[in-house]
């Protein structure tokens, strides 16, 4: 089960991981075979969080739907699991803000990924080098 908000190029990226290729079936008659298609698995559930926002954009409302599977059946799984009542990013979202502010590169607007000495790779470059 994945919760998310309704950035556009989720539905897309999340097929990529976890579809199933679908291969259509060949038409009689002449023309070039049709790609094969993504599908969902069986079984998967995505809930999407929609936020309304007013001119200024600032949030005005909170519209939840399902994006794969049945809103029914991810309102149940979220009961049994017991992270809440509704789909909600809430936890995800507090978790990035933890993990920002305990990992400078993690952080919005941030120098720390321009610094050569922290970068993990440099290191190891440096050891492999001959002598």
Request: glycine share 10%; net charge positive.
């Amino acid at each position: 089960m994945l919760l998310v908000d309704d950035h556009r190029p989720y539905p897309a990226a999340i097929l990529r991981v976890f579809g199933r290729v679908l291969h259509r079936r060949r038409r009689h008659g002449r023309g070039r075979p049709k790609h094969p298609a993504l599908k969902p698995p069986p079984g998967l559930l995505v809930g999407v969080v929609h936020k309304l926002r007013d001119a200024k954009g600032r949030v005005r409302g909170v519209r939840t739907g399902a994006r794969f599977g049945r809103l029914k059946d991810i309102r149940r799984r979220i009961h049994e699991l017991g992270i809440g009542r509704a789909i909600s990013t809430s936890h995800l979202e507090r978790l990035n803000g933890t993990l920002r502010g305990h990992q400078a590169r993690l952080a919005r607007r941030t120098q720390a990924m321009i610094s050569s000495t922290t970068l993990p790779w440099t290191s190891v470059r440096r050891k492999s080098r001959p002598a």
